[in-house]
């Protein structure tokens, strides 16, 4: 089955730098990479998704690039504020419909953004 | 927007008890429900697929006995966690999308601990 690798794990940076999460996957027939935040005891909310015809996407400060060759995808957040704090998740799915939900988690990266 | 309602939120039951959480989708047809368990610090992990009127399709390492999904209305998943141990204590979460596969939206979670 699919696997997803996450890194890094914890990363702490200072309000206003930006931060990159990278993700790997191993299922080259995964079309569709979204990034979930999660605050503490919260549902997972989806901040920015990706699908594999695409190679980058953005919105405000958040961006996505995605290297399908390399199997990897990365989540870019630009002038971190500390509400970004959190903890991020990427995954990776296949298929089409409601069966492209089928997602694959990667173990997450608690963000700090110290003020 | 799109709501998903899971209830409860908190549950604290005897080892040995059976505990059933509800997911409903408030305002559109769930065709498709998700439901992941997710450990203190740890990721998500998808446990089972749920299509409504047909049985669910579990993930490998998932006892479908000890862990009875139904999903027998278009707004409407069950899980049931039968004969609960101490281990089987986390939070739960479910996640449903309606037909074609549009936006995947998340419960609040149940956080189950069993004593």
């Known amino acids: 089955g699919e696997n997803v690798e996450q890194h890094p794990s914890t990363l702490s940076v200072q309000e206003g730098d930006s931060a990159v999460i990278k993700c790997t996957y191993s299922?080259?027939?995964?079309?569709?990479f979204p990034w979930y935040k999660q605050e503490l005891g919260k549902r997972p909310q989806l901040i920015i998704d990706?699908?594999?015809?695409?190679g980058e996407k953005k919105d405000q400060r958040i961006a996505v690039t995605l290297n399908k060759t390399a199997k990897h995808f990365s989540l870019h957040i630009t002038e971190t504020q500390p509400e970004d704090s959190a903890v991020y998740f990427c995954?990776?799915?296949?298929?089409?419909?409601?069966?492209?939900?089928?997602?694959?988690f990667g173990k997450g990266t608690k963000l700090s953004v110290i003020p | 927007g799109a709501v998903v309602s899971q209830h409860p939120s908190r549950v604290i039951c005897k080892s040995g008890t059976s505990v059933k959480i509800e997911c409903r989708s408030l305002?559109?047809?769930?065709?498709?429900m998700f439901w992941y368990r997710q450990f203190p610090k740890q990721s998500l992990m998808l446990m089972a697929t749920?299509?409504?009127?047909?049985?669910?399709?579990?993930e490998q390492g998932v006892e479908k006995d000890k862990f009875l999904i139904n999903h027998a209305s278009l707004t409407l998943s069950t899980l049931t966690v039968t004969s609960a141990h101490p281990e089987d204590s986390s939070f739960y979460i479910c996640?449903?999308?309606?037909?074609?596969?549009?936006?995947?939206?998340f419960g609040n979670g149940t956080r189950l601990t069993v004593t």
């Open positions: 996640s449903a999308t309606n037909r074609g596969g549009g936006s995947l939206h």
């Open positions: 299922d080259s027939a995964s079309n569709y």
């Open positions: 990706i699908r594999s015809n695409v």
């Open positions: 995954a990776a799915s296949k298929g089409s419909g409601a069966g492209s939900y089928q997602l694959t």
């Open positions: 305002d559109f047809q769930a065709t498709t």
């Open positions: 749920s299509n409504e009127g047909s049985k669910a399709t579990y």
